[in-house]
């Protein structure tokens, strides 16, 4: 059964994080033509764009890609509703979106620490990589506050490496 789990979790886990960073890459204004945009648009189209046809014009038009989030968020409680029925969690069935918010919540926090290692990975071993500018451009509002606070030392940036920290004490404390 832990492994059906994993397997479960897993799955739920590529499918929630492309389903949020389709988002953000959205919101943000991003050009979905280079990777990772060409994967996120291939695993989350079949529910973003049912998604985006119903909902309401005003929200469809707005600056937020809530296509994407709602998908997101669906997957979510899809995986907390699974993970009930296979918990043998008949008692269980109340505490799905608790679940499911747990389960979002732990995805966009391991996805960030995801993005800021291949960022860090990248901006040493190959600076001049075309995936390191559109990093910067969607890690950018995370890393310039902690810039302003942490200075280079030695000429070595540590905001994401404090940000990395950051994102695992609230993992501890999440989970």
Not at 58 to 79: C, K, R, V
Not at 107 to 134: D, F, I, K, R
Request: aromatic share 8%.
């Amino acid at each position: 059964m832990r492994i059906v789990l994993f397997l479960l979790d897993t799955l739920f886990f590529i499918l929630v994080a492309a389903a949020l960073l389709r988002g953000w890459m959205n919101t943000r204004r991003l050009r979905m033509t280079q990777q990772p945009g060409p994967f996120v648009i291939a695993i989350t189209d079949w529910i973003v764009q049912p998604l985006r046809r119903t909902l309401p014009r005003p929200w469809a038009q707005a600056n937020t890609d809530w296509g994407s989030l709602l998908a997101a968020l669906l997957l979510a409680l899809a995986y907390a509703g699974l993970v009930a029925l296979l918990s043998d969690g008949a008692g269980y069935l109340f505490g799905i979106p608790l679940l499911a918010l747990h389960f979002l919540l732990r995805t966009v926090l391991q996805g960030l620490m995801v993005l800021l290692l291949v960022y860090a990975v990248l901006s040493w071993v190959q600076p001049m990589a075309p995936v390191l500018g559109l990093l910067g451009r969607l890690l950018e509002p995370l890393l310039a506050p902690v810039r302003r606070v942490i200075p280079t030392v030695g000429g070595v940036d540590l905001s994401v490496l404090v940000l990395l920290i950051g994102l695992q004490v609230a993992l501890m404390l999440l989970g």
